[in-house]
């Protein structure tokens, strides 16, 4: 079954609006969580691993200030695509390491912005 | 930083026949290489992998084979299924470890 819980699974907003995207591990701690995007028909790129109580590192390329990432606690992190626009429409997934060393996916958000 | 590539992009068979996806990844200190099946608009699922310490892990119709030397690894689909149909991604871990660098994936098509 699933062991990581992803909201909301699609959602459409106007442009300029800010859409955040929850992702808990459920029965584990999960001390890291990361988040990739993925736009159709192309691969997953990573965008950034957040941390348990500590600043999120983003990778090259991705707006700190635009996609906003919080792990506040051992079970909860979430992006928050802040100002949206046409080009963020893509589908977002995070994904976390099991304890027993898998790294398994939420089920993703599909953002579409108008 | 890990690059990972992989090959074909598309893949068409015919039902039982075999299926072969190559991937090959930069960094050696990559040390974990995971196969993915995804559906569309769904996530990607975990269909096997392997470590490196191994050469090769089997499960049922899947194989994957490792070969660090090369910095090359390998999904094997035999007697594949009309419901084998999806896209696979490979992936290795990045240089620090611990997140996942995917490759652009392949587009696995098996017609009855």
């Known amino acids: 079954g699933a062991v990581v819980s992803q909201h909301p699974s699609r959602v459409i907003c106007k442009s300029g609006t800010s859409v955040k995207i929850e992702c808990r591990s459920l029965?584990?701690?999960?001390?890291?969580m990361f988040w990739y995007r993925q736009f159709p028909k192309q691969s997953l790129m990573l965008m950034a691993t957040s941390n348990e109580g500590s600043k999120a590192t983003y990778e090259q390329g991705v707006e700190k200030d635009k996609f906003l990432i919080n792990h506040a606690s051992l079970t909860l992190s979430t992006l928050t695509v802040t100002s949206a626009h046409p080009e963020d429409s893509s589908f977002y997934i995070c994904?976390?390491?099991?304890?027993?060393?898998?790294?398994?996916f939420g089920s993703g958000t599909q953002l579409s912005v108008l | 930083g890990e690059n990972v590539e992989q090959h074909p992009s598309t893949l068409s068979v015919q039902e039982g026949d075999s299926a072969v996806i190559k991937c090959t990844y930069s960094?050696?200190?990559?040390?974990?290489f995971p196969w993915y099946k995804q559906e569309l608009g769904k996530r990607p699922q975990l269909i096997i992998d392997?470590?490196?310490?191994?050469g090769e892990k089997k499960d049922q119709r899947i194989a994957v084979t490792l070969n660090k030397t090369a910095k090359h690894f390998s999904l094997h689909i035999t007697e594949t299924q009309p419901e084998d149909s999806a896209v696979y991604f490979c992936?290795?871990?990045?240089?620090?470890?611990?997140?996942?660098?995917f490759g652009k994936g392949t587009t696995l098509s098996v017609s009855s």
């Open positions: 994904g976390t390491w099991t304890p027993n060393e898998k790294l398994f």
């Open positions: 960094d050696s200190a990559s040390n974990y």
């Open positions: 392997i470590r490196s310490n191994v």
């Open positions: 992936a290795a871990t990045d240089q620090a470890g611990t997140a996942l660098i």
């Open positions: 029965d584990f701690q999960a001390t890291t």
